[in-house]
């Protein structure tokens, strides 16, 4: 017991000091010192205002921040137990190679030979983009679909947004994300290993995937925050900016299921769901359905969601039986004249 309370305590830290997490300190300085300076320059604010309006009290001392942190503690200590028991990458990378391995080609040939960095360049992008585009397409999902959307609303139910904010997920949630990741990465490596063998490897920066520290360092933990930066026009066909996902928090109904990238707004652009960035002062934030303080309860965050889930199952449940009724009934009246007929005839 004491160990799981001290790898408990660790874990809490670790955000603040691995760069592979969206909370490390060097990404939360970088994204003061840009808030900073976006509100000096292109707002033009006094040095004191725009302190003020990054550190806001109404903010980060909101029932909803609140909340945020809350919901980061217990899924914390929920992650100590359920960690072990998910499917890893290396799970996922043994089972595929081993797979590929068996597969008969024929006559085709992977005797690819290109350079280490050529090969290292090409893990890093594909890896990059491949989790990229796994995002939104999940991200998406969580909106389109009920039963998904009774977890992800508890994200959405946030009324303020700050950094850690995006810690604010159901358990269940987070256990599909993880396993999307793991699939991903998976994937990624079987393929690469069984092309080029040990030549394959990641460009990092600190330990991190240097794209995933580019966009990090740039910025990443504004996009929930109450900083709306918006980019030029045709950056944002390209990258998310922070205005463009705070957007996709808006209750406005023209603002629904818009903006589900997670970096980049490509994926947006190609399948309609991108909307450019607007100016984000007074955008009212949450689910529309429920705004009010009982929705950074705990019941709301944990149970509610599974309350709704199981009430969805037992309407399709109902549906699906009543369904299969008609069809029998109708089967069974259709049989019958059928039936008369032949021992009609018999007789």
């Known amino acids: 017991m004491a160990v799981q309370v001290f790898d408990f305590g660790i874990s809490l830290f670790e955000h603040l000091f691995d760069p592979k997490k969206r909370l490390f300190i060097g990404y939360l300085i970088a994204a003061l010192g840009i808030a900073f300076f976006w509100l000096l320059i292109s707002k ?6 725009a302190l003020r309006k990054i550190f806001d009290r109404k903010v980060f001392f909101s029932t909803s921040s609140r909340a945020d942190f809350k919901v980061f503690l217990i899924n914390r200590a929920f992650t100590l137990f359920i960690s072990p028991l998910l499917l890893t990458q290396l799970v996922v990378a043994t089972f595929i190679f ?8 024929g006559t085709w040939s992977f005797a690819l030979a290109p350079s280490k960095a050529v090969v290292v360049a090409s893990f890093t992008f594909c890896v990059f983009v491949l989790d990229d585009f796994t995002k939104y397409i999940v991200h998406r999902w969580m909106h389109k679909w009920p039963l998904l959307w009774s977890l992800h609303k508890v994200h959405h139910s946030a009324s303020h947004l700050t950094p850690i904010t995006i810690y604010r997920t159901h358990p269940l949630e987070g256990i599909l994300f993880s396993l999307r990741s793991a699939f991903t990465q998976g994937i990624s490596i079987a393929v690469f290993f069984y092309l080029f063998g040990n030549q394959v490897d990641l460009f990092t920066v600190l330990g991190a995937n240097v794209l995933v520290f580019v966009f990090n360092v740039a910025g990443s933990n504004l996009r929930h925050s109450h900083i709306g930066i918006q980019y030029w026009r045709w950056l944002e066909y390209i990258l998310i900016s922070p205005a463009q996902h705070q957007l996709h928090h808006s209750i406005a109904t023209e603002h629904y299921d818009k903006n589900f990238g997670a970096t980049l707004a490509l994926w947006d652009w190609l399948f309609g769901s991108l909307h450019h960035s607007i100016e984000t002062e007074g955008l009212a934030l949450g689910v529309e359905d429920d705004t009010s303080e009982a929705a950074h309860g705990l019941y709301a965050l944990y ?3 599974l309350v709704e889930m199981a009430n969805y199952l037992t309407k399709k ?12 009934h109708r089967l069974r ?3 019958k004249p059928g039936l008369k007929n032949r021992i009609k005839s018999s007789s």
């Open 303 to 305: 149970v509610l969601p």
């Open 333 to 335: 009246w259709r049989a």
């Open 44 to 49: 033009k604010l006094t040095i004191r205002l």
């Open 317 to 328: 449940t109902k549906e699906l039986k009543a369904a299969i009724w008609r069809v029998a």
């Open 98 to 105: 081993n797979l590929l391995l068996k597969v008969d080609w």
